[in-house]
């Protein structure tokens, strides 16, 4: 019998890890089946355990349960624990061993995919909820010259900001308002906020530009064509413009390593989904 993986979320039926998951299982030989499952909002852990004895094997977590799925591993990975979130779950026996593959995801794609080295730039991350927690860990180990959190609810970005100074190797992080932004540029501008779900756009600063002239934009969101965030980073010169889809592919092959040991080959599974949802 197959071995049984899933992705749960609520809502779930948009996510395109089953065909990714699917897509590295024949590339890599590897005998498994891998669904998605609705979780009810107020039974995350008894949906897990019921996984469980039904012969599941791992997981992935989404929305919103990854900070629920930190809390019923029995182990963490050292990335997990300082995003205090879990996007992938691995059960073993009785333990149940918890990962997050977001920061190591983001970076295959920045700096494999897109090639931008971070060692030295301007870094502004956008966004200071569970995103934006499992990817700062990843940016600092790169070690950019300045690394500014800014978020709606400033004192969430300070805090994330504070969290992460202890490990930060070159620059500490800044936590700020958007307001605050005034006047600054920057060579990396990542939107890890949730504003592109709703087609709005994160209060930036227009003028002067926080788009330094050679630029690159990364909209964490994907598959909608541009989003509002890419649209303004365009208008505002940035030079180059990503979406989140080969983070979403970059992601899910650490997670796949995570349980089964081996590397997907990522680069057909990005071409495949661009060629359902061309980005803009
Ligand atoms: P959360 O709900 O945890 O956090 C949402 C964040 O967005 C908060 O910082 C919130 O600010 C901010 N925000 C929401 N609306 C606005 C707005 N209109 N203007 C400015 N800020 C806003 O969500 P996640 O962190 O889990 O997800 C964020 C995004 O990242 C989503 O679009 C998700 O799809 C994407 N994502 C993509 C991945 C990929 O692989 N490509 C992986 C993981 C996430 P405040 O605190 O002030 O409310």
């Not at 993986?5 to 299982?25: D, L, M």
């Not at 609705?38 to 599941?56: E, H, K, T, Y």
């Not at 182990?75 to 920061?103: H, K, M, P, Q």
Request: net charge neutral.
């Amino acid at each position: 019998m197959s071995d049984l993986y899933c992705v749960f979320g609520n809502p779930v039926s948009h996510s395109k890890s089953p065909s990714i998951h699917t897509a590295f299982a024949a590339q890599c030989r590897q005998d498994l089946r891998y669904e998605a499952l609705l979780a009810p909002i107020d039974a995350f852990a008894a949906s897990v355990r019921a996984f469980v004895a039904a012969g599941g094997r791992g997981a992935n977590v989404t929305v919103p349960f990854k900070e629920e799925a930190f809390r019923l591993a029995t182990r963490l990975t050292v990335r997990a624990e300082l995003a205090v979130a879990v996007n992938s779950l691995r059960f073993d026996g009785a333990e149940i061993l918890g990962d997050n593959t977001d920061g190591a995801g983001l970076l295959k794609d920045l700096t494999k995919n897109l090639e931008f080295a971070i060692a030295g730039q301007r870094v502004l991350l956008l966004g200071a909820g569970g995103a934006a927690r499992g990817v700062v860990a990843s940016l600092l180990e790169e070690r950019p010259a300045v690394l500014v959190i800014a978020n709606r609810n400033t004192v969430r970005a300070q805090e994330l900001a504070q969290r992460f100074a202890a490990i930060a190797t070159a620059a500490r992080p800044r936590g700020c308002g958007y307001l605050e932004l005034a006047g600054q540029s920057f060579d990396l501008v990542i939107n890890a906020t949730s504003a592109s779900l709703a087609g709005a756009l994160p209060p930036l600063p227009v003028a002067p530009s926080v788009f330094a002239p050679a630029s690159l934009a990364y909209d964490m969101m994907y598959g909608k064509g541009e989003t509002p965030f890419l649209a303004f980073a365009r208008a505002q010169g940035a030079e180059r413009l990503a979406d989140g889809v080969g983070m979403l592919v970059e992601q899910a092959a650490e997670a796949f390593h995570f349980w089964r040991g081996v590397c997907p080959d990522t680069a057909p599974v990005i071409a495949a989904l661009r060629t359902l949802a061309p980005a803009g």
